[in-house]
């Protein structure tokens, strides 16, 4: 199934799920940024959008609902994407919603999420700029994933595929060499 079968599956699925408020802010929350987001960082990335919840409610430290763009949630972490556009996000006549965003943030962070901010701008003009960033970020966040399971990778190894995750076409033996500063047999090896 190619991307737009699958983003319209995903969403069907939620809209499923939903009732009232939740389902209301699916269908008005999740718009073109969040849309450009799927479609041209996420999908290019995973290829699917398991673990990945759109307009996903969680309490604020006021107990009040709010909504995150998106939390993915694989299972050893959890993590809140926001795509900000600059006049919702930051507005210097609203000062009062501006701190609201940041202590929800915040808040966010102390209930144990990962917060990732994917600025507007950059998904229309240079979603390429994003993708290697959210790989950085998230790899660490596989890497537990699969720590879990029947594999338990070394040290090295995670070195080695955080390295990868950062770089633009292929991972050298002496790219890790001089990258991590090991032996070059222990590189080739691994």
């Excluded at 209301?24 to 995973?46: A, K, S, T, Y």
């Excluded at 596989?142 to 080695?160: C, F, P, V, W």
């Excluded at 633009?168 to 090896?189: A, F, N, Q």
């Amino acid at each position: 199934m190619g991307f737009v079968e699958e983003r319209d599956k995903w969403l069907e699925h939620h809209k499923k799920r939903r009732t009232g408020e939740r389902l209301d802010r699916l269908e008005r929350g999740h718009r073109h940024g969040e849309q450009m987001f799927v479609e041209r960082v996420w999908w290019p990335i995973f290829g699917n959008m398991d673990d990945l919840y759109p307009e996903y409610e969680v309490a604020d430290w006021r107990g009040r609902p709010y909504f995150v763009d998106f939390v993915w949630n694989p299972g050893a972490v959890k993590v809140a994407i926001e795509v900000k556009g600059y006049g919702p996000h930051v507005q210097n006549t609203d000062r009062t919603r501006y701190r609201q965003e940041l202590n929800r943030e915040t808040y966010l962070q102390i209930a144990g999420y990962r917060v990732i901010a994917i600025p507007y701008d950059d998904l229309e003009s240079a979603p390429e700029l994003i993708i290697p960033l959210l790989k950085a970020l998230l790899t660490p966040c596989l890497l537990k994933q699969s720590a879990e399971g029947d594999r338990q990778y070394t040290r090295i190894e995670r070195d080695m595929l955080r390295m990868a995750s950062r770089m633009k076409g292929y991972l050298r033996p002496v790219d890790v060499v001089r990258g991590l500063g090991i032996d070059p047999r222990t590189v080739k090896k691994t």
